[in-house]
């Protein structure tokens, strides 16, 4: 997902299909603003330890490392996509851009950090989560991708590339630290050794 994304991106043009869908997200009412304002924040840097501190208290350990490893690898990982893939952000790219809520117009667009992170989070959350909780995660990844483009943040591209990228830094951390086998998450038991390890 990542690499076709970052294939069409690398051009630093905007197709004209990825055009109608930024014009026909980011023109919706500016009644929205201040949801997806909000919504934007799921995705700063901040949300990585704050999961880790959740997960503490909740006595899931293992969880709190993958927090901030998410946190760490989607710092690293994103700067290296800015020095291979370099596009501007829809306020130069896009004539008909409406930038609000006072996001930058200049930068380094492709991919997008907010996205990366809150799918990687929501990616090493999801073995210790059930029924509706795991829909409201990937509700997050959904609302933050989108108040991004509502914003004028970044282009559809930017925000679909760093859902990949995303997964990629969530399933890497996965397989890295292990996660509850099945019945451990509802239990807590086996939180420190790896799934495999059961």
């Excluded at 990982?77 to 130069?92: A, T």
């Amino acid at each position: 997902m990542l690499v076709l994304c970052s294939t069409q991106a690398s051009s630093g043009a905007v197709a004209d299909l990825e055009r109608r869908v930024f014009e026909s997200i980011n023109h919706l009412p500016d009644e929205l603003e201040p949801v997806m304002r909000a919504a934007q924040f799921l995705g700063v840097l901040a949300v990585g330890p704050i999961v880790a501190v959740v997960a503490l208290a909740f006595r899931r350990p293992r969880l709190a490392v993958a927090a901030i490893a998410v946190t760490v690898l989607k710092l690293l990982s994103e700067r290296i996509v800015w020095q291979l893939v370099q596009r501007d952000r829809p306020g130069v790219t896009e004539p008909d851009a409406i930038v609000r809520a006072g996001t930058a117009t200049s930068g380094l667009s492709f991919v997008s950090g907010h996205v990366v992170l809150v799918t990687g989070l929501a990616w090493v959350a999801l073995p210790y989560l059930h029924g509706r909780w795991k829909l409201l995660a990937w509700g997050c990844v959904f609302l933050v991708g989108f108040a991004r483009i509502y914003l004028g943040a970044h282009n559809p591209l930017d925000v679909v590339g760093g859902f990949g990228l995303g997964l990629a830094i969530g399933g890497a951390v996965n397989l890295a630290l292990g996660v509850p086998a099945r019945g451990e998450a509802a239990t807590g038991r086996g939180d420190i050794a790896p799934a495999a390890a059961g």
